[in-house]
């Protein structure tokens, strides 16, 4: 049995394949190989274009390899697809609950974070400098260890915080 996530921004080419990146690491680590993860995004305008190469430059400053992504548009066909949908804010957030079925699984991703206050985004860093593009990076990694003991849980393997 396997648990599918995937993780939603607006374009799919910085914060969203980023938190990709950094929670396929973080369940490689746990040997979660059961979970499959991707990303995508809610708007269409840079389908099959790589990752923002700021976005790429904070993964590999940190030792992750982000070169493979293409982006891709949220398709609401993939509910049915997917074990849960994180959406990096609000307005994602609320653009994915307008589609999704009832019983779909939506949520923020930083409310994983367990020292994120009630609410908290993951903001864009678009259109700021490469120092946007780190805190992103941070905040996906703190949020990516609650997202992995909770598809643990669900696949009924209990996981302790690493």
Same mark, same amino acid.
């Given at each position: 049995?396997?648990?599918?996530?995937?993780?939603?921004?607006?374009?799919?080419?910085?914060?969203?394949?980023?938190?990709?990146?950094?929670?396929?690491?973080?369940?490689?680590?746990?040997?979660?190989?059961?979970?499959?993860?991707?990303?995508?995004?809610?708007?269409?305008?840079?389908?099959?274009?790589?990752?923002?190469?700021?976005?790429?430059?904070?993964?590999?400053?940190?030792?992750?390899?982000?070169?493979?992504?293409?982006?891709?548009?949220?398709?609401? /066909?993939?509910?049915?697809?997917?074990?849960? @949908? =994180? %959406? *990096?804010?609000?307005?994602?957030?609320?653009?994915?609950?307008?589609? +999704?079925?009832?019983?779909?699984?939506?949520?923020?991703?930083?409310?994983?974070?367990?020292?994120?206050?009630?609410?908290?985004?993951?903001?864009?860093?678009?259109? /700021?400098?490469?120092?946007?593009?780190?805190? @992103? =990076? %941070? *905040?996906?990694?703190?949020?990516?260890?609650?997202?992995?003991?909770? +598809?643990?849980?669900?696949?009924?393997?209990?996981?302790?915080?690493?």
């Amino acid at each position: 049995m396997a648990f599918r996530i995937c993780l939603v921004c607006l374009g799919n080419i910085c914060r969203s394949p980023m938190a990709e990146v950094v929670l396929r690491s973080t369940l490689d680590r746990h040997g979660l190989t059961e979970v499959v993860v991707d990303s995508a995004g809610t708007g269409g305008w840079h389908v099959g274009e790589p990752m923002d190469t700021r976005a790429a430059a904070a993964l590999a400053a940190a030792g992750y390899d982000g070169s493979r992504h293409r982006a891709r548009q949220f398709d609401s /066909g993939w509910f049915a697809e997917r074990d849960l @949908v =994180l %959406a *990096m804010d609000r307005e994602n957030l609320r653009a994915l609950r307008r589609i +999704a079925p009832p019983d779909a699984d939506v949520r923020l991703l930083r409310s994983f974070d367990p020292d994120a206050p009630e609410g908290a985004e993951v903001p864009d860093p678009y259109y /700021g400098g490469e120092e946007g593009f780190a805190t @992103v =990076l %941070a *905040m996906v990694e703190a949020a990516a260890e609650g997202v992995a003991v909770h +598809a643990a849980r669900a696949l009924g393997r209990p996981l302790g915080r690493r």
